[in-house]
């Protein structure tokens, strides 16, 4: 699955802390008031873990690595900004960064900025709605501090990107978002369709105050033509970034980047991990058969590159595919029900 003699990229989830509680990240507890569930360990990696587990030579070779992950915001690792500095400024990393941006203050956020400044590297930051809606899925965010931070960081000089989740409770907001996004300085603007709506476009959960609350899904379809703001004038380009593919064509295996949770357990992506919550485990399923340990694919425990080249991901997984024993690879990588979303630039 993983070449040795190319370049890396990494999935990292740096952390499984989160200041906030959206209902369908599986870090949240719909039935008990949105508290973390019980499998958060509250793990993080400090700058010394990193210095201490990732050899020089290993670090020369990653190219890029995504902060991203299923339990956590990387910007609530404590020392996250430390960890990038080391990273970008020895190893020249390409650096992205997915977040709720409601946390820290704007100092963090403009020297994240400069770190980041003239460089490929870029933060996402999901932002789904405006004052009154974004809370109504990030629960517990707080909407001027958002603004607050991503001027910061915008004026610090680093690309950033705005994602926005549709539901219906903010469909209404899609232009109003797009053209505070443009006006911000944001460089994307990506309004998405979310797959993790159930059969019938509701989703039930039990909100902090108490109150049984439904999440509704968008009832509008992605415009593929928006409008520039302020031009009357349609977007000269998009990517669409849905694609689909028949046979189980492994993202991991092609982009050479493996899965790195917050406890230091290595996996081939962030669907398939031995931490899954809302859905069955094909790492568990993959241990099995090959009658392995999941403490060995801890890089606390074995170093990277032996646990990249171990057999579970050169022979067991591949043959595992072949047979078609995976229902998550089939899933993703393979006849697709993947969230649907239109990259838009903002020029
Ligand atoms: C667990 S989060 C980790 C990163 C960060 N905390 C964040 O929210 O951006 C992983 C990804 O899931 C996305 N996500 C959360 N809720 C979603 C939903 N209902 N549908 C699709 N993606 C969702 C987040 O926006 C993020 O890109
Ligand atoms: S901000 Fe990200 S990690 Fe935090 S609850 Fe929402 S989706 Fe999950
Ligand atoms: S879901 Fe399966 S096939 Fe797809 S990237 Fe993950 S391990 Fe590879």
Redesign the pocket.
């Known amino acids: 699955m993983f070449k040795i003699n190319q370049k890396y990229k990494i999935h990292w989830e740096i952390t499984d802390i989160?200041?906030?509680?959206?209902p369908?990240?599986?870090?949240?507890d719909i039935v008990n008031y949105c508290r973390a569930v019980k499998e958060i360990e509250t793990t993080q990696f400090f700058l010394d873990d990193v210095k201490r587990l990732f050899p020089d030579k290993f670090l020369e070779k990653i190219t890029r690595i995504d902060f991203c992950?299923?339990?956590?915001?990387p910007c609530m690792a404590q020392e996250f900004y430390e960890i990038c500095e080391f990273l970008v400024k020895n190893y020249n990393i390409t650096i992205m960064a997915?977040?709720?941006g409601s946390m820290r203050n704007p100092a963090w956020w403009k020297k994240f900025g400069e770190l980041l400044a003239d460089t490929e590297s870029w933060f996402e930051f999901?932002i789904d709605g405006l004052r009154d809606t974004n809370h109504l899925y990030?629960i517990g965010?707080n909407w001027d501090k958002i603004m607050e931070n991503v001027e910061a960081f915008i004026a610090g000089g680093a690309q950033a990107d705005w994602h926005y989740i549709l539901f219906k409770h903010n469909q209404h907001q899609l232009a109003e978002a797009h053209a505070l996004a443009h006006d911000m300085g944001f460089d994307h603007f990506v309004p998405t369709l979310s797959s993790r709506f159930p059969h019938g476009g509701k989703y039930r959960f039990l909100h902090p105050s108490g109150d049984m609350v439904d999440l509704e899904r968008a009832t509008i379809s992605i415009p593929h033509k928006i409008e520039k703001p302020g031009t009357g004038q349609p977007h000269k380009s998009h990517t669409s970034v849905a694609e689909k593919d028949p046979n189980i064509n492994c993202k991991s295996a092609s982009k050479n980047r493996f899965f790195l949770d917050s406890r230091g357990y290595i996996s081939p992506c962030c669907w398939v991990t031995n931490r899954d919550v809302k859905r069955p485990g094909d790492m568990l399923k993959a241990l099995t058969k090959a009658g392995k340990d999941i403490d060995d694919y801890n890089i606390r425990n074995k170093s990277i590159e032996e646990i990249l080249t171990d057999d579970l991901f050169t022979e067991t997984f591949p043959a595992l595919w072949l047979s078609d024993d995976l229902a998550t690879c089939r899933k993703k990588c393979g006849d697709k029900r993947l969230n649907y979303k239109v990259k838009l630039r903002l020029e």
């Open positions: 989160c200041n906030v509680k959206c369908m990240c599986p870090r949240t992950g299923n339990f956590g915001d997915s977040t709720n999901h990030r965010a």
